[in-house]
T-cell receptor, first 112, second 111 residues
């Protein structure tokens, strides 16, 4: 089930390095989301975008940046300012209204 | 403040036993309520939503507006139900359209 594609599946970051996680969707959804999933913490919202060229901070945006230049793409950059980046990152999208979110397979980021 | 409480981090039952995963929420307005499930090595996916009033894989969830609860129930648990379950209310439009996730309950069904 294509829908939302996240890449890579695994990613390693060196100290002081920025890394970018890819998220692409072919569902023609307007809204896209990035979550961070840590054991025992559930899912926490990093950034979201309701329309192209617009995005808002979620609950834990510090140390992250995003862009939304195309409807189908919502890349997340984990910057060197994020001191605890090791986590599982999930991207999601939805069409609108009360429609549910659809999730990608996730990217696991680790520190070298 | 909007929040979701799933009081059990881990729920362990034997196959064939009834199971109830609790969810209490605090949310202004009238949210739609969802249960999402994450099986091992699979992506997070929608299990059911209140507005559909469906039974999915034998699970049902009843919305109690007075108690602001949306507990997930299944009368006879199966081993394949073992997974992580998240309760999530969602508003309508703008930032209200964001899901508020609970911390999740890990369900383990033993043979």
């Amino acid at each position: 089930d294509g829908g939302i594609t996240q890449s890579p599946k695994y990613l390693f970051r060196k100290e002081g390095q920025n890394v970018t996680l890819s998220c692409e969707q072919n569902l023609n959804h307007d809204a896209m989301y990035w979550y961070r999933q840590d054991p025992g913490q559930g899912l926490r919202l990093i950034y979201y975008s309701q329309i192209v060229n617009d995005f808002q901070k979620g609950d834990i945006a510090e140390g992250y940046s995003v862009s939304r230049e195309k409807k189908e793409s919502f890349p997340l950059t984990v910057t060197s300012a994020q001191k605890n980046p090791t986590a599982f990152y999930l991207c999601a999208s939805r069409s609108g209204g009360h429609q549910p979110q659809h999730f990608g397979d996730g990217t696991r980021l680790s520190i070298l | 403040a909007q929040r979701v409480t799933q009081p059990e981090k881990l729920l362990s039952v034997f196959k064939g036993a009834p199971v109830e995963l609790k969810c209490n929420y605090s949310y202004s307005g009238s949210p739609e309520l969802f249960w999402y499930v994450q099986y091992s090595r699979q992506r997070l996916q929608l299990l059911l939503r209140h507005i559909s009033r469906e039974s999915i894989k034998g699970f049902t969830a009843d919305l109690n507006k007075g108690e602001t609860s949306f507990h997930l129930k299944k009368p006879f648990a199966q081993e394949e139900d073992s997974a992580m379950y998240y309760c999530a209310p969602q508003g309508y439009g703008g930032s209200q359209g964001n899901l508020i996730f609970g911390k999740g309950t890990k369900l383990s069904v033993k043979p």
